[in-house]
């Protein structure tokens, strides 16, 4: 009888593989390799608003709720919220959100959040997914999209974690809060489950943001 894998190992073991094709798709590859423009970062940073104005809503839901809090306050800090950034940011880009459709793997998305209301455990797979992605590589994307296309780093507070100076230690600390949230092996199983999804449908806008 060995040792069931904790809940931070699962999830990385069970993504690593949809995180190399997110990190080698045309999109996310010809962004990062300096060939697109201001203009497609910009046009994901729309997409994204969607995807965080969903994130920070059920988890602000969740959070009020007696019934889910316990399963996402272990994770659960302001110091994430990116949704007041992303529209500084889109703000200081020139990008109207109100102009802005999301495209349909974006509506999917959303829904899947919202879709995890009723089950805590599936919505901590969105938070770990977006999160601790720009916690990483989204320290890159900051420095690329400056280096490529000279988007000055005031319309890229997205990427700008006031208050956690060792991005790290962070990502350590939040991992070992994964791994004490009080879920049973079930809901263990719909966390990592629901990973795989969201990784997906990250994958599913950068194929239409490539489109
Ligand atoms: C520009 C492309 C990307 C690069 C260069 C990149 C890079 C990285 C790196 C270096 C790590 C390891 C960080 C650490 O363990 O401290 C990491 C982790 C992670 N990335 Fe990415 N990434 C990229 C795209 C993405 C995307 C598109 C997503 C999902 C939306 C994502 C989600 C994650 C997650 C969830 C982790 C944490 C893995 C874990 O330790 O459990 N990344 N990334």
Redesign the pocket.
């Known amino acids: 009888m060995g040792e069931r894998p904790s809940i ?1 190992s699962s ?2 073991d069970a ?1 690593a593989v949809a ?1 190399e094709r ?2 080698r798709s045309d999109f ?1 590859g010809d ?2 390799a300096g060939r697109l423009d201001a203009e497609a970062y910009r046009t994901l940073a729309a997409q994204l608003y969607f995807v965080y104005r969903a994130l920070e809503e059920v988890g602000d839901d969740l959070h009020a709720a007696d019934g889910a809090r316990a399963v996402v306050a272990p994770i659960f800090d302001e110091r994430l919220r990116r949704l007041p950034r992303l529209a500084a940011d889109l703000d200081a880009l020139g990008v109207d959100i109100s102009t802005v459709e999301p495209l349909p793997a974006v509506a999917r998305y959303v829904e899947a959040i919202d879709a995890t209301r009723n089950d805590p455990a599936r919505y901590v797979a969105h938070h ?3 999160y ?2 720009d ?4 320290q ?2 900051k420095s690329r999209m400056i280096s490529h296309y000279g988007i000055d780093k005031d319309s890229l507070t997205f990427y700008a974690f006031d208050g956690i100076d060792k ?2 230690r962070y ?1 350590d600390g939040y ?1 070992d809060a994964l791994d004490g949230l009080p879920i049973d092996d079930d809901a263990h199983r719909r966390l990592v489950d629901e ?1 795989i999804r ?2 997906e449908y ?1 994958e599913a806008l ?1 194929a239409e943001l490539a489109a």
Not at 135 to 138: H, K, N, P, V
């Open positions: 931070s999830l990385r993504t995180h997110a990190e996310i962004l990062m770990y997914t977006r601790l992605g916690l990483s590589g989204g890159v994307i991005l790290k990502k991992r990973a969201a990784f990250n950068f």
